[in-house]
């Protein structure tokens, strides 16, 4: 009887091709019916590979990706590196290479086309293996702001209230350097949470408070859900290494505190899932209120602080190129137990974000550890 860890090994894979063949076929939305009309699916495989993220095969009309990126890394680097092979296999059927070099013209050309990034491989074994300490070397703004989400962790109210106001300021201020020096910048784009089929109440609250304040563009996109093995929805966040870096800790941070000050609230009380959604955004909306207030106090003091609450035009180019097409959906309202939402706003409003989260982007993966 074949062992039980490798049949969960063997259905998981089996999902795992089925979602590269949907998000395939999600990628090729973006292209009109003329540029779809030489493209056929191929087949997927997973591969170990020493070297490689993933190979485009054109004699046999294959995209295979490395198992241990599959089994190691989030989901929206696999997908970084499916859109990479896809270009390779879009400039071959559809566009023609004609002897040019892998990554040539007709290569970026369908890198262009699909969205994909040309050194998608290249970049993801960078930003996903940096260590906390290589961090801490290369990126000065993080330095600053861990060292005062550190004092954030003071048992003195006001001291740790005035080391995440500041936190925020420095934020800020980095965001207004980059703006009126018209500095370069480059842009990501990562999951925040996981693919899902449905999403709550909170996650959209919390979603907006990260745009609100933390200088990164939100958006929900397609993706597959492989516990469920059929394409969902996930919160995807853009903006500069930084700003990404910042609130994805940040979205990490409020969840664990929701879900901690939950266990002590509902305790005694007992109440049922649909409180705790009511008791989430409300934490989110005081810390938001939190925030708002100290926002308009630095705009009193510094007309400078303006300036970002205008964006990122370099950002908003980036959004509008990553994705030309996009619709906004309603979501049908629910009854709410006010009672629950302003015990929540309560405990949101005393909310600190500090130092305390040790997850890491290369932690999110697909399987645990063993």
Avoid at 59 to 77: C, F, G, Q
Avoid at 228 to 248: C, F, P, Y
Avoid at 313 to 320: A, I, K, N, V
Wanted: glycine share 6%; hydrophobic share 40%.
């Amino acid at each position: 009887m074949p062992n039980h860890r490798i049949l969960i090994q063997e259905k998981l894979e089996h999902r795992i091709l089925h979602g590269l063949a949907c998000e395939w076929e999600n990628a090729l939305a973006i292209l009109g019916p003329s540029q779809k009309r030489k493209i056929g699916r191929p087949l997927f495989s997973l591969a170990d590979m020493q070297k490689q993220l993933g190979v485009w095969s054109a004699s046999k009309n294959e995209i295979s990706i490395s198992r241990a990126l599959v089994m190691n890394y989030p989901w929206d680097t696999v997908r970084e590196v499916l859109r990479h092979e896809m270009a390779h296999q879009y400039a071959e059927q559809e566009l023609g290479i004609n002897g040019e070099p892998p990554h040539g013209p007709a290569f970026q050309k369908a890198c262009g086309l699909l969205r994909a990034d040309p050194g998608a491989s290249r970049k993801i074994k960078s930003f996903y293996r940096r260590t906390p300490s290589q961090l801490e070397t290369t990126d000065k703004i993080l330095i600053r702001v861990k060292k005062l989400m550190a004092l954030a962790e003071s048992v003195n109210r006001h001291e740790a209230e005035a080391a995440m106001a500041k936190a925020h300021e420095l934020i800020a201020r980095y965001n207004i350097d980059l703006l009126t020096h018209a500095q370069p910048r480059n842009f990501i784009s990562v999951f925040a949470g996981q693919p899902a089929l449905r999403h709550l109440r909170d996650d959209y609250h919390l979603a907006n408070l990260l745009q609100a304040f933390y200088f990164v563009q939100g958006l929900w996109v397609s993706a597959f859900v492989i516990a469920k093995n059929k394409m969902g929805r996930v919160l995807e966040i853009s903006g500069t290494h930084s700003n990404v870096d910042i609130a994805l800790y940040v979205y990490d941070f409020v969840r664990q505190f929701i879900d901690t000050q939950w266990s002590v609230y509902n305790c005694s009380r007992k109440l049922n899932c649909h409180r705790r959604t009511d008791f989430a955004v409300g934490i989110i909306e005081g810390f938001y209120d939190k925030l708002k207030t100290e926002q308009h106090r630095r705009l009193a003091c510094d007309e400078k602080f303006a300036l970002v609450e205008a964006g990122d035009p370099l950002l908003e180019q980036y959004m509008s190129y990553r994705y030309p097409y996009t619709r906004s959906f309603r979501r049908n309202g629910c009854s709410q137990d006010n009672r629950v939402l302003a015990d929540g706003m309560q405990v949101g409003r005393r909310l600190v974000i500090a130092k305390g989260i040790t997850e890491t982007r290369i932690s999110r993966r697909l399987l645990p550890e063993k």
